[in-house]
């Protein structure tokens, strides 16, 4: 248990459907990622939300949307992706921006 | 400035034998160091850190070696065993805003 809990764990979708991705802290923490990794390639940054309030948006394309609820939850809904979004999408959460970060164990998503 | 550098990209190492990964940053005002182990199908977990107050912390077979003034800090890995392949990642904070992972090291350590 990582206490950072992502759902589906896996996903599949083809490029004109709409789902949304989960996760859930029991930590505490008031900062939560979400990353997009790709095979060789490193972790890529998407989204920074600290205390409710987005404080980065690394030039993310506008079909990733990103949701944070309240400190424990996060969200990102998916419409329109690409075969090149295909990726295993982590989600991370810290005591607040910038401190270590406790991961989740992805979704896996593949665009069909 | 933001980037943190690590090498090398991949490693092979015998059973017993010690791994080294290296890592390199430009930001001065960074000052917590972790490494960060990923196994296939997993999220990365935090697996040791350093200060830089400290030149080196040790935990089991895993050491953190850190030089200030070159900017540089490694993972070395004493003793490796098949259970330690995974990719590993280096990062740098200033405890801040910033949070900046390496691009990572794939480990295969052969039985």
């Known amino acids: 248990e990582t206490g950072v809990t992502q759902t589906p764990r896996h996903l599949v979708m083809g490029m004109t459907n709409k789902k949304s991705l989960k996760c859930e802290q029991h930590l505490g923490h008031n900062a939560m990622y979400w990353y997009k990794q790709s095979a060789k390639k490193p972790l890529e940054l998407m989204f920074v939300y600290n205390f409710k309030e987005q404080t980065e948006n690394n030039s993310v394309p506008s079909r990733f949307s990103p949701e944070c609820p309240n400190s424990s939850h996060l969200f990102l809904h998916l419409h329109t992706l690409q075969p090149e979004d295909s990726a295993l999408y982590l989600c991370?959460?810290?005591?607040?921006?910038?401190?270590?970060?406790?991961f989740g164990d992805g979704t896996r998503l593949s665009i069909l | 400035q933001q980037q943190v550098k690590q090498s090398p990209q991949s490693l092979i190492v015998q059973k017993g034998g010690i791994s080294i990964i290296n890592c390199a940053y430009e930001n001065t005002a960074f000052d917590y160091f972790p490494w960060y182990q990923q196994f296939p199908g997993k999220g990365p977990a935090l697996l040791i850190a350093i200060r830089p107050d400290v030149s080196e912390k040790k935990e089991g077979r895993f050491t953190i070696s850190f030089n200030k003034s070159a900017k540089q800090f490694s993972l070395h890995i004493m003793d490796s065993q098949p259970g330690d392949s995974a990719t590993y990642f280096c990062a740098a904070s200033d405890y801040g805003q910033n949070f900046v992972f390496g691009p990572g090291t794939r480990l295969s350590v052969l039985p």
């Open positions: 991370a959460s810290s005591l607040s921006s910038g401190q270590p970060q406790h």
